[in-house]
């Protein structure tokens, strides 16, 4: 176990604990020396975390402290780091800078150690970027899903035949090549799938479909289950 993961877990158990905790009752937890929970306490001490007590008599967490709200173990920093590296690739500029600033929110907030997993570079999502999405701002369609509110889409299908569309947005799929728009369409009277790159206009209509997202999000997966099994 890193130490990171170590902080945190010892953290965690003194949390938990309504007696002082030896070291050696820690370090049996947590499968090290008795030596390295020590040096570890000392560090936590160091950064003003409210460990008292010692060596023979066991640990405590001073009443009242709690850890922070963004308080991580290292695997889920990993997983905070890839998935934020994730989102560059999409085509949707709007996700991408809400992404560094969840970047420079967490950095700051998280101690030292595990900001040195955040900072390490060591964890990459590889493979090209999408294209930008042209006509159509995906930042719109999501707060259209959120709001519930239907949009009019001027739409090229792969045969390049145009229509004009009224849509109810409920969910959005980003692919590495591009986004697909998940939506009830009014003019099919059924379920439809939109990529973005054959999407020539989006207008925003304020008509809503207040109570219907759910709805209709059940019966996309139901419908996508029914094909999934026929399939097998």
């Given at each position: 176990m890193r130490k990171a993961s170590r902080l945190f877990e010892i953290i965690q158990i003194m949390r938990?604990?309504?007696?002082?905790v030896t070291a050696a009752t820690i370090a049996e937890?947590?499968?090290?020396?008795?030596?390295?929970?020590?040096?570890d306490i000392a560090a936590l001490q160091a950064m003003r975390?409210?460990?008292?007590?010692?060596?023979g008599i066991g640990y405590i967490l001073?009443?009242?402290?709690?850890?922070?709200?963004?308080?991580?173990?290292?695997?889920?920093?990993?997983?905070i780091v890839l998935s934020l590296a994730l989102l560059e690739r999409t085509g949707d500029s709007e996700l991408k800078q809400a992404?560094?600033?969840?970047?420079?929110k967490i950095a700051g907030a998280v101690p030292p150690p595990l900001r040195q997993a955040f900072d390490a570079n060591a964890l990459h999502a590889w493979?090209?970027?999408?294209?930008s999405t042209g006509a159509i701002d995906l930042a719109l369609v999501r707060r259209a899903i959120r709001d519930e509110e239907k949009l009019d889409i001027?739409?090229?299908?792969?045969?390049?035949?145009?229509?004009?569309r009224l849509v109810r947005p409920i969910a959005l799929i980003y692919y590495a090549e591009t986004a697909n728009i998940?939506?009830?369409?009014e003019l099919r009277q059924a379920i439809r799938n939109f990529r973005s790159d054959r999407i020539e206009d989006c207008q925003a209509t304020g008509l809503r479909f207040k109570g219907e997202g759910d709805r209709l999000r059940q019966v996309w997966v139901d419908g996508w289950e029914t094909n999934a099994s026929n399939a097998g």
């Open positions: 938990l604990a309504r007696q002082p937890r947590l499968e090290v020396a008795v030596r390295s929970i020590y040096r975390v409210p460990i008292e007590g010692g060596r001073r009443p009242g402290f709690d850890l922070p709200p963004l308080m991580f173990s290292i695997e889920e920093m990993e997983a992404a560094k600033r969840v970047s420079a493979g090209f970027a999408a294209p001027s739409y090229r299908d792969e045969m390049g035949r145009a229509s004009e998940v939506a009830w369409c």
